[in-house]
């Protein structure tokens, strides 16, 4: 639960064991000429990258953090703006095995952002680690 996320109004669509499709709302995240404030955008990357391979986790053991995030601007959003992102069973299966091996893992997801037209408006470039509480590196 991250307060600050809250407040965007940012929700689920879809949601199951390494995949994940978000929403977030124009309202709340409009900027001074009514369009997607460019936050809004990074926030919803951050999240679409990360909740896949936080599902795959027993958080009693891993925990994860962003080591990078990019946001490329395409064009700007009037509307909504959905991303999603999958990680495959094979990804999947490395990640735990690399987690149990060495304690930590991870994976650099492209986001796309698309509007409520299924315009391509923004993508994002998130590399997520996985880590051991008792990761040491």
């Known amino acids: ?19 994940v499709r978000l929403l977030m709302p124009l309202g709340p995240n409009a900027n001074h000429v009514d369009v997607m404030y460019m936050g809004a955008y990074t ?12 599902s795959i986790l027993d958080t009693a053991k891993y925990f994860p953090i962003v080591k990078d995030i990019a ?8 509307s909504y703006v959905t991303a999603e992102y999958r990680l495959s069973e094979e990804d999947i299966e490395a990640l735990l095995a690399d987690l149990e091996c060495k304690g930590s893992a991870g994976y650099l997801a492209e986001i796309p ?4 037209d299924g315009t391509l408006v923004a993508t994002g470039k998130v590399t997520i680690k996985l880590l051991s509480h008792k990761w040491e590196g």
Not at 71 to 76: E, P
Not at 113 to 116: Q, Y
């Open 113 to 116: 952002m698309l509007d409520a």
């Open 1 to 19: 639960r991250v307060p600050f996320v809250e407040r965007t109004g940012m929700r689920y669509l879809a949601k199951e064991r390494g995949y």
């Open 71 to 78: 946001v490329d601007f395409h064009r700007m959003a009037a």
């Open 43 to 54: 926030v919803l990357a951050e999240a679409a990258a990360a909740n896949p391979g936080i």
